[in-house]
């Protein structure tokens, strides 16, 4: 819980060079039901994920639900809470407190850090150098560490979304054809794209993502399906629906 509050109370990032603005935004909710919300706009994209804080006092608070952008209505936003499973412990009792009017909202929470999933190391040091100063870059060979003990040659949104419970992040960054795009982890919607200076090349792109690690191998050793991803951009253009 301390690392999350600390990431939420002192994140402030610099405008980055994508329109996508990951910066922390509080609003306080207005009337709700408990399960849904409309607020003000502040030209966040739909799949835009966050929290609600609830205060019990002055001292105490405690997230009591995630919120994600599901739509836009005559200028607002609709938000749509759910159960938040992050912080989640078997052996503790967990809040039965919905959303209430008063509570805030904030959005964009853990977008200060992010994986990039690159086809090579020079797409990977490009990404560092443009957005180092801004967002907190996840080594991609902590990501595969995970798949290598998973014996999982393919990653998929479990794998994703595993990797970034454990890495305290909700941001992805993907570089694939000619665009680089910021995905939410929780969502996998698409927040925003930039366009690549070098396009990502299928032919010499390691599997299933640049990084250092030993070759990811099935649990048969890669005697059956062992390449993985055959095709590095379609595969990711699937996997996010990119057509």
């Known amino acids: 819980m301390k690392r999350f509050l600390t990431g939420l109370l002192l994140f402030t990032v610099s405008l980055l060079q994508a ?25 966040f994209p739909v ?6 804080l609830h205060a019990f006092d002055d001292k105490h608070k405690t997230i009591v639900a995630e919120a994600v952008v599901v739509g836009k209505k005559d200028g607002k936003l609709e938000v749509r809470f759910r159960k938040f499973r992050r912080l989640h412990q078997a052996a503790l009792p967990e809040y039965k407190i919905v959303p ?11 977008y200060n850090r992010v994986l990039p999933v ?17 967002l907190d870059i996840i080594h991609p060979d902590l990501f595969a560490s995970q798949l290598y003990l998973d014996h999982e040659p393919r990653p998929g949104k479990k794998d994703f ?4 419970y454990t890495q305290d992040t909700s941001l992805l960054y993907f570089a694939i054809e000619n665009s680089g795009y910021f995905v939410d982890c929780n ?18 792109a390691q599997k299933p993502f640049y990084n250092r690690m030993p ?4 649990r048969l ?15 990711y253009k699937q996997l996010l629906g990119i057509k």
Request: hydrophobic letters at 30%; a negative charge; aromatic letters at 8%.
């Open 19 to 43: 329109d996508f603005n990951p910066e922390l935004s509080t609003i306080q909710l207005p009337d709700t039901d408990g399960k849904t919300a409309l607020v003000q706009d502040g030209g």
């Open 47 to 52: 799949g835009t994920t966050g929290i609600v």
């Open 100 to 110: 209430q009017k008063g509570d805030m909202l904030v959005l964009n929470y853990l």
């Open 118 to 134: 690159t086809p090579d190391e020079a797409h990977y040091r490009s990404f560092r150098q443009t957005y180092g100063a801004a």
């Open 161 to 164: 979304r595993k990797i970034c």
């Open 187 to 204: 969502t996998f919607a698409i927040l925003d794209k930039e366009p690549l200076a070098t396009p990502a090349d299928t032919r010499n």
């Open 215 to 218: 070759q990811i191998k099935n």
């Open 221 to 235: 050793g890669g005697i059956i399906g062992g390449e993985g991803i055959r095709d590095y951009n379609r595969y």
